[in-house]
T-cell receptor, first 107, second 115 residues
Framework: GEDVEQSLFLSVREGDSSVINCTYT??????LYWYKQEPGAGLQLLTY?????DMKQDQRLTVLLNKKDKHLSLRIADTQTGDSAIYFC???????FGAGTRLTVKP | GAGVSQTPSNKVTEKGKYVELRCDPI?????LYWYRQSLGQGPEFLIY????????DSGLPNDRFFAVRPEGSVSTLKIQRTERGDSAVYLC?????????????FGSGTRLTVV
């Protein structure tokens, strides 16, 4: 299958913005997703973006998509300690996931 | 049901034994996916069903792994001659139809430990 790549770790201070990045290779994907996984829990769909959009905002979450560069990012505004989790990006064509970015929020 | 249900939630088995993991998707969801997640890794795609048929089984690691969905709802992942390397959390997801944007709902997983 195609590859989805993410940086493995991100650490921010409470109240700062977090930006989690992802690159993918399958240009035929029509939807791209961000999932959140808390320790010992299943995957929770956070948000998704249609491939003909370049930005989607949903409360504290902003998704940016650069389809030309196949780059997806998730910005979390005013990051809270409850946002500490692993964040996965995925694309819908064959539902492959990245390895996940572990976000740590320090008080 | 209200969500994707996976049973058992935990399974410990001896090396060489056969195991079956069950996934009960959301009622009416035609697409069903199986993933395997090892510690510190992202979910690894195993197989995708659209209705009763396996639309993509390219992720199954070898012929010890097999999955069925005979009536287009409940699916069973079967692992023969289990090995210690099969230890992982096995996740199931369903959606109303393949490719639906917001419809992929995951179960809580079955944690398989092979001793």
């Amino acid at each position: 299958g195609e590859d989805v790549e993410q940086s493995l770790f991100l650490s921010v201070r409470e109240g700062d913005s977090s930006v989690i990045n992802c690159t993918y290779t399958d240009s035929s994907s029509t939807y791209l997703y961000w999932y959140k996984q808390e320790p010992g829990a299943g995957l929770q769909l956070l948000t998704y973006i249609f491939s003909n959009m370049d930005m989607k905002q949903d409360q504290r979450l902003t998704v940016l998509l650069n389809k030309k560069d196949k780059h997806l990012s998730l910005r979390i505004a005013d990051t809270q300690t409850g946002d500490s989790a692993i964040y996965f990006c995925a694309e819908n064509n064959d539902m492959r996931f990245g390895a996940g970015t572990r976000l740590t929020v320090k008080p | 049901g209200a969500g994707v249900s996976q049973t058992p939630s935990n399974k410990v088995t001896e090396k060489g034994k056969y195991v079956e993991l069950r996934c009960d998707p959301i009622s009416g969801h035609t697409a069903l996916y199986w993933y395997r997640q090892s510690l510190g890794q992202g979910p690894e795609f195993l197989i995708y069903f659209q209705g009763t048929g396996a639309a993509d089984d390219s992720g199954l690691p070898n012929d010890r792994f097999f999955a069925v969905r005979p009536e287009g709802s409940v699916s069973t992942l079967k692992i023969q001659r289990t090995e210690r390397g099969d230890s992982a959390v096995y996740l199931c997801a369903s959606s109303p139809k393949g490719g639906h944007p917001g419809g992929y709902t995951f179960g809580s997983g079955t944690r398989l430990t092979v001793v």
